[in-house]
């Protein structure tokens, strides 16, 4: 029995979607049989009998296509094999229960139009840390349990939701804020794109950021770090976390620098370097240049033998535990004023300044420094340009951008 599908364009709802039917003969006598699945005409390729690729789903639906007609053709084998004379009916029952028709639940459809956002981002070329971000979401969603619906997804609901994150574990306000902008995000995106409507009671999902603390190191932190006493080991820990105080480097791209991104400028030396962060299809990534401090260059210069990187690199997760025990040993342990949240309920609290310590923070350490030096906040923001005549000043420095010599 050959399998053909027809699309019934008199049987379309509402919405112009119509229904997708096995239409075939078995030794005479018709088989019809509902898919489960529909489609607008437009998206009907009668001739290959599959669903074009303007239809959002039109991967979902062509696999149940193809598995409808694997079990029937799987069915029918079995029939020869064991003989058996197959009946319309008997090919009906056979079909396994995923694709006999069932009317889908509203939470079978809001996660199928979720893995289609999620496909979405993938071909637009989002980072991979970026669509994780919203698959986290995706994640609570689906251990929630919860009855969804894309149209009756109210402020309500929405309230429920941060309850239930609230009570499974004690999240930052600002994560709870990230769950409203990725759906807000997934949201607006089926809207836009004609998948699905949203009601007029649909959740308003305002933005409801925290600005986080920023901690820096300041010059006497800095010279308590240089001059404790450690091990070989944590020693190297301690060279990269200051140098990445003199470069402002995030620690993904200290972890690739290699002597390839130093640049000779004559009177001094620059690295040269396309921050990791900034490396996506959906936008264009800039190159920055970050002029060497004498510190960063003796630094250097101590690990050129060191293996193929510039600086001894370990793991973000290693070396913030390294780095709070340094600061520790460093007698970095003054108390510091910082807010901490428990259910989303701020309290203000004292803690050891060594306990906040990361590697994050030398960002922090190196835009507070250069502020203090006099550098554009601007120039900050776009992660180092060039360091200008007051930053340089006191390592016997001076020029101007694109002309640095010694004094």
């Not at 074009?52 to 639906?61: A, E, G, L, V």
């Not at 709870?176 to 794109?193: A, C, I, S």
């Not at 190196?366 to 007051?390: N, P």
């Amino acid at each position: 029995m050959k399998v053909n599908y027809k699309l019934l364009i008199d049987k379309a709802d509402k919405n112009g979607l119509c229904p997708l039917f096995v239409r075939s003969k078995l030794s005479g006598v018709e088989f019809k049989y509902f898919t489960g699945e529909k489609c607008l005409p437009k998206d009907w390729d009668a001739e290959k009998q599959q669903v074009k690729r303007s239809c959002y789903t039109y991967r979902n639906i062509n696999e149940c296509l193809n598995k409808i007609q694997m079990d029937i053709s799987h069915y029918l084998h079995h029939c020869k094999i064991s003989n058996i004379t197959p009946t319309v009916d008997s090919i009906k029952n056979a079909l396994s229960p995923k694709s006999i028709e069932t009317k889908k639940t509203n939470t079978d459809m809001f996660f199928e139009y979720y893995a289609l956002f999620l496909q979405h981002l993938t071909k637009k070329g989002a980072k991979e840390a970026s669509i994780k971000h919203y698959a986290i979401t995706r994640n609570h969603l689906k251990k929630w349990g919860r009855e969804l619906s894309v149209n009756n997804y109210t402020d309500a609901v929405h309230a429920e939701y941060l309850d239930y994150l609230r009570g499974l574990r004690d999240y930052h306000p600002n994560h709870l804020d990230n769950q409203g902008r990725n759906l807000k995000t997934f949201f607006f995106w089926g809207r836009d794109n004609g998948i699905f409507q949203l009601s007029e009671k649909h959740a308003r999902l305002q933005k409801n950021y925290v600005e986080p603390e920023r901690i820096w190191l300041t010059d006497d932190d800095l010279e308590k770090l240089k001059k404790v006493e450690l091990s070989e080991a944590l020693g190297r820990v301690r060279d990269t976390f200051l140098f990445g105080c003199y470069t402002g480097l995030r620690h993904s791209d200290l972890y690739r620098l290699s002597d390839d991104h130093i640049i000779d400028k004559g009177e001094y030396r620059v690295i040269s370097i396309v921050p990791q962060k900034s490396v996506s299809a959906m936008r264009i990534a800039k190159r920055v240049q970050i002029p060497l401090i004498p510190e960063a260059e003796a630094l250097i210069a101590k690990y050129k033998d060191y293996n193929t990187k510039t600086m001894p690199m370990l793991t973000n997760q290693r070396m913030n535990v390294y780095i709070k025990e340094i600061g520790k040993r460093a007698a970095i342990d003054y108390d510091v004023e910082v807010i901490r949240f428990e259910k989303s309920v701020p309290k203000i609290v004292l803690v050891p300044k060594y306990e906040l310590m990361t590697c994050h923070i030398t960002r922090h350490t190196f835009a507070t420094k250069s502020l203090m030096l006099g550098m554009d906040i601007e120039v900050i923001s776009k992660t180092i340009q060039l360091w200008i005549d007051r930053l340089y000043f006191e390592y016997g420095l001076v020029g101007t951008i694109g002309h640095i010599r010694r004094k």
